[in-house]
């Protein structure tokens, strides 16, 4: 069974950045794209952005434009997000899909 683990969610200022990974020991990591979610208290699970399986394509929901970035480096089996500008809002448990394979999350809050 696929293993997929996120992590480098901390507590961060308003207005500060953190970069996310999104690991798998999966040898087939880069034929596939990685979607990623948040899903703050109370609230679904939410759709935030795509990259491609070459990572030559992403897509972004229109509230992380701008201020979210995604990358993978396939040779590691590993995806990223960049995160800057953080609001309170988006205080969540962040978490990343690669081929239905979900896992546990890392949880991310923006507080002062």
């Known amino acids: 069974q696929v293993q997929l683990v996120e992590s480098g969610g901390v507590l961060v200022h308003p207005g500060g950045s953190l970069r996310l990974s999104c690991s798998t020991s999966a040898s087939t990591f880069g034929y596939y794209g990685v979607f990623w979610y948040r899903q703050a208290p109370g609230r679904e699970r939410e759709w935030v952005a795509t990259i491609s399986a070459a990572g030559n394509w992403t897509n972004y929901d229109n509230s992380v434009k701008g201020r979210f970035t995604i990358s993978r480096e396939n040779i590691k089996s590993t995806g990223y997000r960049q995160m800057n500008d953080l609001k309170p809002e988006e205080t969540a448990v962040h978490y990343c899909?690669?081929?239905?394979?979900w896992g546990e999350g890392t949880e991310v809050t923006v507080s002062s």
């Open positions: 899909d690669w081929l239905r394979c």
